[in-house]
């Protein structure tokens, strides 16, 4: 057994449906307006460029269905997912053959420090601190893909305190998850582990403190997440 200085942090890993087994994390890559309206409600044009990716980490994945309001900033902006939870990877990963790689699927937000993010894009800097902060990316157990199936279409929609803020359907995904595997293999190799957050559709919104927000994408069901 290797011996450690002190002791090492445990290892992220996600409940699974259905079994007593759990999906160990190794990586997190989030990909950047991938659906048109939202492009184009942040200021950008809707057209199909090529897809830019940015990470958060694997420590940032969270279970619990709280979000604890984070500190250096007073605009936190939900974006409601469907993470993509691969078993295998490699790279230069051909389009057709991306899905063989997929082990199930997730309901996942995307939590931003909008204020924060702001600031970084206008100085030309990462954006890590309004991304990849403790708790920023709450998620929902992962459904295997032999249960649910590969989900190419179905409505996905985000409620603050009962009322609709984002609906959109995954058929309207600019960059549908076989190609954002297949992107992604060319710059990095994949491996089992891995999840990808595949685009949040308009309607991004600040939250605060006391709101409860309802995560729902056809065929995962639903979450629940609250903010204090």
């Avoid at 992220?12 to 307006?33: D, Q």
């Avoid at 995307?110 to 954006?127: C, F, I, N, S, V």
């Avoid at 359907?169 to 190609?179: A, D, G, T, Y």
Wanted: aromatic residues 8%; contains cysteine.
């Amino acid at each position: 057994m290797p011996q450690f200085p002190f002791e090492p942090p445990q290892p992220t890993t996600l409940p699974i449906a259905g079994s007593e087994a759990r999906f160990p994390v190794h990586r997190v890559y989030c990909v950047g307006r991938n659906y048109a309206a939202h492009a184009i409600e942040m200021g950008h044009d809707p057209d199909r460029e090529a897809p830019f990716f940015f990470q958060k980490n694997p420590g940032n994945l969270d279970t619990s269905g709280e979000f604890p309001y984070p500190d250096r900033t007073c605009d936190v902006h939900h974006e409601v997912e469907m993470a993509v939870m691969l078993k295998s990877g490699g790279t230069n990963i051909p389009e057709l053959e991306a899905l063989d790689h997929v082990y199930g699927y997730a309901l996942a937000l995307d939590m931003t420090r909008r204020d924060l993010q702001a600031e970084q894009k206008k100085l030309g800097r990462p954006w890590d601190i309004s991304k990849a902060f403790e708790h920023s990316a709450p998620i929902g157990p992962v459904q295997p893909a032999s249960t649910v199936g590969h989900l190419a279409e179905g409505r996905i929609s985000l409620k603050v305190n009962g009322a609709v803020r984002q609906e959109g359907n995954l058929n309207q995904l600019i960059w549908k998850v076989p190609e954002l595997i297949s992107c992604l293999s060319e710059y990095f190799e994949l491996v089992g582990g891995d999840v990808i957050l595949s685009g949040t559709p308009a309607g991004v919104s600040s939250v605060v403190r006391g709101d409860v927000l309802e995560v729902e994408i056809e065929g995962l069901g639903s979450m629940v997440v609250s903010v204090f």
